[in-house]
């Protein structure tokens, strides 16, 4: 039996792999063979094929806008919301800054093959622990199509196939994008298949690819809380679980004024519709007269609508009332919630409520604060004096992310190189035998 016979045979034992379609099954079977190859492909290799990406992308800029544009017009025209149509718009500037995120993996060291650990037993036999990829990694998102480059670099890299369902928001976006990416591998030698689009297959092939276990090794979603939630209950591959971003930013009593207003203002303008935003801002009652009228002076500015609490509202007429929901929306546009809370206690009583565990910032000059506050807040990211809008791949130096994880198993945080990777243990012995 030939290997590709095998790897269309196997199935998961409770049965789920029969009831794959066959034109997923060619795509994920393609895939695994890609992968054995990848892994055990040459750092040099891999980075040519990122080099030969990031130079495709950028010479067929004009393709990927025009099919990009359709997308928008489709998005537009379906009432897709502004936060939404703004991460699915690719112009000249983003596509750049994709290629030059690709070219910093391409700059990164090789995560496979390092060794973790290891050591040698009485008996002679030498123990290594190291980084091995995962095989096939799987992604569903939507609407995203950065993370098409971002994760079809990582996995590149990192010795993996990529098995993409970018949505049908961005789908002539994706389809221009991936034919680019595998015209470069090919160019180099690598794979076509280590980057492969199931689109074409629809709602459907998202559905049979969270079923294909023994074919995908694990599958990350990008995304809504919906669609997360929906591939955390319903997969049966792994999942690495990002997670949506209600983000926290605490003033405290001692906040300088400067810091907070600049840090506010980029947490929550910069970039709106992403999920590292502000969301929720809390203020200490003892510094809220002194820095509230200010910021939301100035936020209003920026066009931003306040939600705020009672309190709120009697230092700022403009605010409207927050209701219960709003502590708990992802509002990825020009919206902001805020509460006036009694203390750091009362900060850290809001944020373990509300929060999604992504990312959250104190505002302090009061180190025992601080530190307090960096010990107890249970998020990925947790920030002193600093905008929340850093907690991304390509600003922690990982060159691009998958995405940022807010599970505790495996991965936590930006997730880059590493955490695209799984270990094996290396056993190296002399005819030892166990007595």
Known sequence: M??????????????????????LVAKLVAAKLASRQLSTATAQSKNDGLRAIARAV???????????????????DGGLAPGLLDRLRLDDARLDALATATELVADLVDPVGEVLRGKVLPNGLSLTQIRVP???????????????????????KSGNAAVLRGGSAAEETNRVLVGILQEALVEVGLPREAVQTIDELGRQGATELMR???????????????LIDTVVRESKVPVIET????????????????????????????????????ETLLVHRDAAPRLLPGILAALREDGVTIHGDEATRSLFADAVAATEEDWSTEYMSLDLSVRIVDDLDGALAHIERYSTKHTESIVTNDLSRAERFLAEVDSAVVMVNASTRFTDGGEFGFGAEVGISTQKLHARGPMGLPELTSTKWVVRGSGQVRG
């Open 58 to 76: 950028r010479d067929n800029a004009a393709r990927i806008v025009a099919a990009n544009d359709l997308d928008l017009a489709r998005g537009h």
């Open 212 to 226: 294909a276990r023994g074919h995908v090794d694990v599958l990350v979603p990008r995304g809504s809380a919906q």
């Open 243 to 278: 997670g949506a971003g209600v983000v926290h930013v605490y003033l405290d009593e001692s906040a300088d004024a400067r810091w907070a207003e600049d840090i506010v203002r980029n947490a929550k303008v910069q970039r709106p519709s992403v999920c590292n935003a502000l």
């Open 134 to 156: 995962f095989g096939v990694v799987g992604a569903i998102y939507e609407a995203r199509p950065n993370v098409t480059i971002d994760i079809a670099a990582l996995a590149l």
């Open 2 to 23: 030939t290997t590709e016979a095998a790897l269309t045979q196997e199935t998961d034992t409770d049965g789920t792999a029969p009831d794959l379609s066959p034109a």
